[in-house]
């Protein structure tokens, strides 16, 4: 199995940029796809983005495209999701997963001010 575990959330001004992190450790990394899915407050969580184990192909959500960018280090066992131009639809609290959803984070937080 792997752990994963969630960083870079705090609260940021709306128009902001900010990138979250996804450290995973355990099992061999690059074997598995990771997703990223969000949790607005009220709200059911929801897809964000894929990549799969090499970062060749990726998939987003489509209200995020062109915001949104998913990338990975495997090197370091790392998943990053790029933000730009936060607005305060963007609050919620953010996690990483396997594509399996076998495995999930706890998530980070994003609170986007206007």
């Known amino acids: 199995q792997i752990q994963l575990a969630e960083s870079g959330g705090g609260l940021v001004q709306a128009g902001d940029s900010l990138r979250l992190s996804c450290a995973a450790s355990?099992?061999?990394?690059?074997?598995?796809?990771m997703r990223w899915y969000r949790q607005a407050p009220g709200k059911e969580r929801i897809f964000v983005a894929d990549?799969?184990?090499?970062?060749?192909?990726?998939r987003y959500e489509d209200s995020v495209k062109g915001r949104f960018n998913v990338s990975r280090d495997n090197d370091k066992k790392m998943v990053y999701l790029q933000i730009d131009n936060l607005n305060t639809e963007d609050t919620a609290v953010y996690y990483c997963?396997?594509?399996?959803?076998?495995?999930w984070g706890k998530g980070t937080l994003v609170i986007v001010s206007s």
């Open positions: 997963a396997t594509r399996n959803l076998e495995y």
């Open positions: 355990g099992r061999t990394f690059e074997n598995f796809a």
């Open positions: 990549i799969n184990w090499n970062g060749n192909f990726i």
